[in-house]
């Protein structure tokens, strides 16, 4: 790993262990992108101005702006800009250019900042480049900072500008979806076309993820082929512009959304972007994920939960609902202890007003019709079987009905002409007022320190609406407060709290992306928890996240959303895929139900190091295929488990022989139902594997030999 400035050729090149990224100051002081690719090229062997523009002969003003770095908006450029602002003389016309660099090394880390400006009128531009030991990926950002003497407004902003191969017949690859279906894989070829990635709802949301990947030829398949991937981390309103223009060059631009969008930037004000990273592989998909699941684990996550397998997590809600006790739940949390749980979560309704959706929130008192002693003696309890307490609440709404909508309307979004929109029955209150913020750390840091809560479900059910300015007399919206200071009160608390596991929940998977995967340790992945749906949601879902962090399992049956019911065993081998909820009646399940699921738990137990720790390969599509298969391989390659499903097996379908991967081909191992075989045999003849039906299922342990033992 390097950053590296060759002065006489004024190209700084990028060196990842596979992969180099370099660009080039021009001599109109433009930085031009000269390569993002396989292999380790020095500036010599990199192309310059004269050769990238020495086959275009229309339009050579225009060529001139072609494959900018990151480009301003003016000039003759029409593309997607990186930043677009208004200097208060009402010129509209960014024309930064290069002056100096510095490079850093600290920690795994190599860090590259350059800085360009736009000396007319003292706005200072510093794009961010930082590279990880054993990645290849870079994460870019940008910082603007006004050296000048009047305000100036941003009206675009963008983390950075990707650049991926030339050439026609590349596709887009991304995720789509809407509540209770996200996660949804879609496949698209690029034309000479912009096609626009994005979300307006305040938060990442269902309909889209900021997530993209674009392989070469539209060739590429899970195990080979050259990816080039990115993601976002920003959980407001983003957007993702991915232009192929007239000479066939494809371009990634991806940042703030300019829905609604204008940032003011007094002088001396310095606004930083969130980071946008960007990453190679030559080995198709699934590399490209793994390597995303290695950087979220190793370097995104928070620290001291980021190796710790994610326990067994039983929620009261789907037993319940509302209609809550704490005699109930002392009850249930007994029955959750037996069958092995390892967090007991009191969902929704245990405050002051909430026996229905139509009252509470903001209220945050716990009801003592309830609990007439409190939370504190359940958690108590809680604790003494051996389980950690969790608790529901979703801090950011706010109930028209209750008392701090009340006494403090204006800390609702909205606006004073307008009565604002409804849904939940429920508002939103104004997160980017720091007043705001401060009244939600303080509240929760006191309820998680009062009751003694180890795990704490945020869930937030609505998008915004009649989003209005920050402050009456500036032209600034709420939209990138409002998530700045959501991030604040996550890392408040994860600092004065590290031994509680956080919960990101969204209506389900409606706030996933790299943002809140810095600051929460779980994520809800949807609110679906059939299990037939959860085989394509974790397909969709691992692209870019790490299995550690989804949240999902077994749930009552007919399932909530489509009625279906599925078989508990097949039930629980789907929740095993990440991270294990529980969410099930154990007062209607026999004795024998409930030692079955006991005896699943203590399988998911056994697994998980290797499920939340090991490298993910997708073996079979659940979304191609009428079965599906998992494989998890431990970091040493000494263990494996493989987890199967039919789906629709119609007419006695034959399965084919499952190859493994990732395996030490030389090592022999144990596997369960099988006989010993070799790494090799493993990955190159494959296991013959039954499925009988749909909803069969399959748990396979591969163990490697110990020392001694020969293929």
Known sequence: ??????????????????????????????????????????????????????????????????????????????????????????????????????????????????VLIDAQYGLEL???????????????????????????????????????????????????????????????????????????HGISGHDNNPWFAIDRGGAATET?????FGALHWSGNWRITVEQDRWDQVRVTGGYNDFDFALTLEPGATHTTPIFTGGFTTDGFGSASRMLH????????????????????????????????????????????????????????????????????????????????????????????????????????????????????DWIIGFPTREGTLVRNQLVLNLALDEVREWMFSWLDELIGNVGIG?????????????????????DRIWVAYVENLYDVFRRLQAKHPEVLFENCASGGGRVDFGMAAVSDLVSRSDNGDALDILKLHEGYTQAYAPITAGGGIGEVPNGINGRTAPLTFRAHAGMLGAFHISVNLFTMTPEQLAELTGFVELYKSIRSIVHLGELHRLVSAWENPYAAYQYVSEDRSQAVVLAFGQFLQFQFIVPRLRLRGLDEDALYEVDGYKPMSGAALMGLGLPLELHGDYDSRVIRVTRSAPGQSR
């Open 455 to 475: 795990y704490l479900k945020w869930d937030m059910n609505r998008y915004l609406t009649e989003a209005g300015f920050l402050t009456g007399d500036q032209d």
């Open 126 to 200: 510093t794009l961010h480049y930082r590279l990880y030991a054993g990645l290849d990926i870079v994460d870019r950002w940008a910082s603007v900072t006004n050296r000048g003497l009047a305000a100036v407004v941003a009206t675009s902003l963008k983390s950075a500008t990707f650049y991926p191969a030339e050439g026609r017949g590349h596709r887009l690859a991304h995720l789509s979806g809407r509540w209770g279906a996200e996660h949804r894989i879609e496949r698209t070829p690029l034309t000479q076309s912009r096609t626009v990635l994005e979300s307006r």
């Open 294 to 409: 290695r950087y979220q684990r190793s370097w995104l996550a928070p620290a001291l939960k980021a190796a710790t397998p994610r326990p067994v997590i039983f929620n009261s809600w789907e037993v319940f609902w509302f209609d809550i006790n704490a005699e109930q739940q002392l009850a249930l949390a007994e029955q959750a202890a037996a069958v092995g749980a390892e967090v007991f979560v009191v969902d929704d309704g245990w405050f002051v007003g909430r026996d229905d959706d139509h009252g509470g929130l903001g209220d945050w008192v716990v009801d003592p019709r309830k609990f007439p002693e409190g939370l504190a003696p359940l958690a108590r309890h809680v604790e003494s079987l051996g389980m950690a307490f969790g608790l529901w609440v979703e801090p950011e709404m706010v109930s028209p009905n209750s008392r701090l909508a009340a006494e403090h309307p």
């Open 224 to 228: 080979s082929g050259d990816v080039w």
């Open 1 to 114: 790993m390097a950053i590296s400035f060759d002065a006489e050729l004024d190209v700084f090149t990028l060196h990842t262990a596979n992969t180099t990224y370099a660009f080039q100051v021009r001599d109109d002081r433009r930085l031009l992108h000269l390569y993002w690719g396989a292999g380790r090229l020095n500036a010599a062997d990199l192309p310059r101005d004269e050769q990238v523009f020495s086959h275009h002969h229309e339009e050579s003003v225009r060529v001139e702006r072609h494959r900018e770095e990151y480009a301003a908006q003016g000039g003759y450029f029409f593309d997607e800009p990186g930043i677009a602002v208004a200097y208060a003389d009402g010129v509209r016309d960014c024309a930064v250019r290069y002056d100096s660099h510095s490079i850093t090394s600290e920690g795994g880390r190599d860090e590259l900042a350059v």
